[in-house]
């Protein structure tokens, strides 16, 4: 699985690149995220620790895969995260939208935490 994150790390889709341009070096309210990283039998695109959240970015095949995409954030939530999805095609043409989105979960996550 590590070799296999590693590839997928190195062989980004540009909606992934665009969003870890805007993840890395904790731009976003401080957070550390990660991507590519393993999270039990799955390799999530990107994961912020604190406050647990998982963010998705599908292609087209996604749109086949329903039924795993489904077991796959219910296995995620089980296990105490939060899982954003998003299409490509909305990170390319909306990136501020799906940063704000990401955002204000990390707000909202980060609040629960408190109370």
């Not at 997928?8 to 992934?16: G, P, S, V, Y």
């Not at 899982?83 to 940063?99: G, I, K, S």
Request: proline share 3%; hydrophobic share 35%.
């Amino acid at each position: 699985m590590k070799e296999l994150a590693r590839s997928l790390r190195k062989n980004q889709t540009d909606a992934e690149r665009v969003i870890w341009q805007q993840l890395r070096n904790r731009q976003l309210l401080g957070c550390k995220f990660r991507r590519q990283q393993v999270i039990g039998p799955f390799i999530v695109d990107f994961v912020c620790l604190e406050p647990q959240l998982v963010i998705e970015i599908d292609g087209g095949q996604h749109a086949d895969q329903r039924e795993y995409d489904q077991n796959r954030s219910q296995y995620l939530q089980q296990v105490g995260y939060t899982v954003l999805r998003f299409w490509n095609n909305e990170v390319l043409q909306y990136t501020p939208a799906v940063m704000e989105a990401i955002h204000l979960t990390i707000l909202e996550l980060k609040d629960t935490v408190k109370t």
